[in-house]
Nanobody, 115 residues
Framework: QVQLVEYGGGLVQPGGSLRLSCAASENIFNFNSMAWYRQAPGKQRELVASINVGGKINYADSVKGRVTTSRDGTKNTVWLQMSSLSPEDTAVYSC?????????WGQGTQVTVSS
């Protein structure tokens, strides 16, 4: 069973930065893609960033220029580096891994942007 564990959430002031980590229980290159999603209170879950096995990266328009995703196969870890955070970025951020039509999810980590 694939396990994904997120780290790095917390409280950050507006304009600040945060790096989230997602550690997978197996080789991340076994997945067709890995992604970060977020869900704010009262809103639908939205894709933040994704990276496929070939290294192609996509970002949501709302975070372009402020967010970078990267990975390290030796650590089976994917990161989400976020900067210039605003209260609108407050959400639970979840790591997702996809193999064909099967999706695996982490438990999520809370990111709160507030002064």
């Amino acid at each position: 069973q694939v396990q994904l564990v997120e780290y790095g959430g917390g409280l950050v002031q507006p304009g600040g930065s945060l790096r989230l980590s997602c550690a997978a229980s197996e080789n991340i290159f076994n997945f067709n893609s890995m992604a970060w999603y977020r869900q704010a209170p009262g809103k639908q879950r939205e894709l933040v960033a994704s990276i496929n096995v070939g290294g192609k990266i996509n970002y949501a328009d709302s975070v372009k220029g402020r967010v970078t995703t990267s990975r390290d196969g030796t650590k089976n870890t994917v990161w989400l580096q976020m900067s210039s955070l605003s209260p609108e970025d407050t959400a639970v951020y979840s790591c997702n891994a996809q193999i064909l039509r099967v999706h695996y999810w982490g438990q999520g980590t809370q990111v709160t942007v507030s002064s």
